[in-house]
T-cell receptor, first 112, second 114 residues
């Protein structure tokens, strides 16, 4: 069964610290993997997208990695800011353009 | 561009009532979709449309209807609301860019069915 699992469910860190969020998937075949940021009360916004041949992609202080062999991805946030408080969602797409497998997300809270 | 807009932002319904959630986009995207988001779960696709006049069912279509008479609008109708339809509903539109799609979400509608 196609599944995307994220860990941890929630995470609290101090402002300025780094953190890493995990995503494991069992989706097959595989087309691409995205990370979304969802602020409270808002819709998700795309942060990065990686295909099978890419193993790292950066967007400012956000760096996503992909290991297609182990079917794992991580999102590393450097020098966290209060505005990074949000849910981060991993989404995997099989070959179909219209099918997306969504993870439940990691809720990240940054404390001053 | 306003992007993807949704109305209303909040709604409370009684069981058995019907209503329409509105969604509009001004980016001329062919593909639009509706999702629901429930606590502890990933977004689930309700219905989608690949262009005006074309709609199809997603993962959880029961209890919902859609139509796409124009490129801009994609309303979602709840036929007879049930407490299980209490959720946050997101409308999205997308387009293909350099081999990948880019998807844009509306701000969501929080629906409570009592």
């Amino acid at each position: 069964k196609n599944q995307v699992e994220q860990s941890p469910q929630s995470l609290i860190i101090l402002e300025g610290k780094n953190c890493t969020l995990q995503c494991n998937y069992t989706v097959s075949p595989f087309s691409n993997l995205r990370w979304y940021k969802q602020d409270t009360g808002r819709g998700p916004v795309s942060l990065t997208i990686m295909t099978f041949s890419e193993n790292t992609k950066s967007n400012g202080r956000y760096t996503a990695t992909l290991d297609a062999d182990t079917k794992q991805s991580s999102l590393h946030i450097t020098a966290s800011q209060l505005s990074d408080s949000a849910s981060y969602i991993c989404v995997v797409s099989p070959n179909s353009n219209y099918q997306l497998i969504w993870g439940a997300g990691t809720k990240l809270i940054i404390k001053p | 561009n306003a992007g993807v807009t949704q109305t209303p932002k909040f709604q409370v319904l009684k069981t058995g009532q019907s209503m329409t959630l509105q969604c509009a986009q001004d980016m001329n995207h062919e593909y639009m979709s509706w999702y629901r988001q429930d606590p502890g779960m990933g977004l689930r696709l309700i219905h989608y449309s690949v262009g005006a006049g074309i709609t199809d069912q997603g993962e959880v279509p029961n209890g919902y209807n859609v139509s796409r008479s124009t490129t801009e609008d994609f309303p979602l109708r709840l036929l007879s609301a049930a407490p299980s339809q209490t959720s946050v509903y997101f409308c999205a539109s997308r387009y293909r860019d350099r081999g990948h799609y880019e998807q844009y979400f509306g701000p969501g509608t929080r629906l409570t069915v009592t």
